[in-house]
């Protein structure tokens, strides 16, 4: 069973390249998972009280029934009148316990669903903007590889020109005056 002190202890990863959620949005939506829980937790405790006062009083009434049983002669106790129905009382407080039980794990699967389906949203967001990225990078890397390239191109043609023209200042060096 999912506790409040379950939703406090919870923590998210975050991705690499963008952090992956709103911490303040998952802390809010975690503080209302968390008080919504121990509402209904709070009022299943109360009817699961309520019904354990009745059994109580009813286990009184059987004990009163039982001794009236077993002496015919003498007179039957008092019962209190608020007891008179009590298999309906029990009745309506497990009902009450069952319907917050229910509605408490109903809220928690939407709550639940609703964090899965913003996480999914996150990482489908965080995907594209990776590879978005990613692409970026790559055309950068291609744009700089292409600039290498002409520039190696250029340096060894410069580097032809150089050597040529060296060579034929050396030579007119060695011609006679």
């Not at 965080?126 to 190696?152: F, H, I, K, M, P």
Request: negative net charge.
């Amino acid at each position: 069973m999912l506790t409040p002190v379950d939703i406090d202890r919870k923590q998210f990863t975050t991705v690499r390249l963008k952090e992956g959620y709103d911490q303040d949005d998952v802390d809010d939506f975690l503080d209302s998972c968390k008080g919504a829980l121990a509402g209904s937790l709070a009022r299943e405790q109360a009817a699961q009280s309520e019904l354990s006062r009745v059994k109580s009083q009813l286990a009184v009434v059987q004990r009163q029934l039982d001794a009236y049983g077993s002496a015919p002669t003498t007179a039957m106790p008092a019962i209190p009148e608020y007891l008179g129905d009590v298999s309906r009382i029990l009745s309506v407080a497990q009902q009450t316990a069952d319907q917050q039980t229910a509605e408490a794990a109903k809220k928690a699967d939407e709550h639940i669903a609703a964090a899965k389906s913003e996480a999914a949203r996150i990482i489908g967001e965080s995907t594209v903007e990776a590879d978005n990225q990613r692409n970026r990078a790559q055309g950068e890397l291609y744009t700089v590889q292409t600039t290498l390239a002409g520039l190696r191109d250029q340096e060894q043609k410069l580097r032809a020109f150089l050597t040529d023209h060296l060579t034929a200042l050396g030579a007119k060096l060695d011609e006679p005056h």
